[in-house]
């Protein structure tokens, strides 16, 4: 077999193309054995590096030159967050879930804020709901409906004590004023009367002394 027949491997190897060209159509069987086997250690070194850095399907093209076909990886696009369908799965079910919208997340929010100071067994009572809610792990809405009517309970009493003090304060003042009334106006007649008491006896002495003169003189 003559040398002029056998492909120059390298130059097609470079080309990225395996098997005979368009200037050679009279090669022999064994060039085109010899062509076969280097597209197929082509490809085990393609598969290779696909199997070290892995490329995505649609980044591979396929083109087919004289005949055979190779495989090019096009340039290369940034890597892009893929969701698998149990994650997006596990957070659409998280959502269905959750009890907890915005609205009332902002609500949750604004009552923690205004009990947290105050009142910890009010907070560790909202904060339980919220987790329950959240988590559809137990009865959050009985837990607020129970803390409702506790702090309704206690506003009610509270505010009906608070009327009642203020009442029972009213009243006392009110008393206690009456009361006084009634000493400065028993004071005052007391004076009245000591006053009338003393004029009388100063008239009486000055008629005495009249009385006296006059007998004195006869």
């Known amino acids: 077999m003559s040398t002029s027949s ?30 076969a086997a280097i597209s197929h250690a082509t ?3 393609v598969v290779e590096a696909m199997a070290r850095k892995p490329i995505a399907p649609s980044t591979l093209a396929n083109t087919v030159t004289n005949g055979v076909s190779t495989v090019e990886p096009e340039a290369e696009k940034s890597p892009t967050a893929i969701a698998t369908p149990s994650s997006s799965t596990r957070s659409a079910k998280m959502k ?3 009890l907890v919208t915005p609205a009332i997340q902002a609500l949750f929010h604004e009552a923690m804020r205004i009990v947290r100071p105050y009142d910890s067994y009010a907070l560790s009572k909202l904060e339980t709901a919220h987790d329950m809610l959240l988590h559809r ?16 309970r206690f506003v009610y009493i509270k505010h009906t004590r608070a009327v009642e003090k203020a009442r029972n304060q009213k009243r006392k003042r009110a008393e206690h004023e009456a009361q006084e009334n009634r000493e400065k106006e028993r004071k005052r007649i007391s004076q009245e009367a000591e006053r009338a008491h003393k004029k009388q006896m100063l008239a009486m002495r000055n008629k005495q002394r009249q009385h006296l003169k006059a007998t004195s003189s006869k």
């Open 6 to 35: 056998v492909p120059d491997t390298t130059a097609l190897m470079t080309n990225g193309v395996v098997g005979p060209t368009a200037t050679q159509p009279s090669a022999s069987p064994a060039t085109n054995l010899k062509g």
């Open 96 to 98: 269905n879930a959750s």
């Open 137 to 152: 792990s137990g009865p959050g809405v009985a837990v607020l409906r129970m803390l409702t009517h506790e702090y309704t």
């Open 43 to 45: 490809s085990a070194i």
